[in-house]
């Protein structure tokens, strides 16, 4: 089974900075298996990024997903207020279908 | 509207049993691959299971032979029964929908939340 690493655990910025959040798996993933999710408190989750650098419907342009092979990015170019959240990569595979980071924290400074 | 809600969990004693179920709106469940995941109190999301198209069905290592995925196709509803349920069984369970064209999940529900504690 393939571990997805976040980091940092916790993020803490001021809006209008910029925030790179970093998940790396423990064995090559493939680009287009690769998603990442934002939830907010009390939310289910939603879905940002697919294959790794695809945005999805609806998804700001201030948000966009880089990487390949383990190593992959999601960067907010300038935090808005409603941009504080919780951020879970996600990539899939044969069995379990889906595994999820443990997710990265993007709290106010 | 494309839409999930979940209904059915509760607070149960270690060892019960639970049937959650999903109810589908603005979409076909049978036509799409349908999963749960859950996230237990102030943790991170596990997917738990899933339902193919043609009806088969997979499971987390952790749920394997106490939970069972099904669907209703007249109803346009997917279900979970939970048997066996212990402590880290406690959670909400997401009612999801896997996008058709690519990987990753597009739709979620609001959740139901299943407490086990005697």
């Known amino acids: 089974e393939i571990v997805l690493t976040q980091s940092p655990g916790t993020l803490s910025l001021s809006p209008g900075e910029r925030a790179t959040l970093s998940c790396r798996a423990s064995?090559?993933?493939?680009?287009?298996?690769l998603a990442w999710y934002q939830q907010k408190p009390g939310q289910a989750p939603r879905l940002l990024i697919y294959g790794a650098s695809n945005r999805a419907t609806g998804i700001p342009d201030r948000f966009s997903g880089s990487g390949s092979g383990p190593d992959f990015t999601l960067t907010i170019s300038r935090l808005e207020p409603e941009d504080f959240a919780v951020y879970y990569c996600q990539q899939y595979g044969s069995s379990p279908r889906y595994t999820f980071g443990q997710g990265t924290k993007v709290e106010i400074k | 509207e494309v839409q999930l809600v979940e209904s059915g969990g509760g607070l149960v004693q270690p060892g019960g049993s639970l049937r959650l179920s999903c109810a589908a709106s603005g979409f076909t469940v049978s036509s799409n691959y349908m999963s749960w995941v859950r996230q237990a109190p102030g943790k991170g999301l596990e997917w738990v299971s899933i339902i193919y198209t043609g009806g088969a069905t997979s499971y987390a290592d952790s749920v394997k032979g106490r939970f069972t995925i099904s669907r209703d196709n007249s109803k346009n509803m997917v279900y979970l029964q939970v048997n066996g349920l212990g402590a880290e069984d406690t959670a909400v369970y997401y009612c999801t929908r896997d996008n058709y064209y690519y990987y990753g999940i597009d739709v979620w529900g609001l959740g139901t939340t299943v407490t086990v504690s005697s």
């Open positions: 064995q090559s993933v493939s680009s287009s298996h």
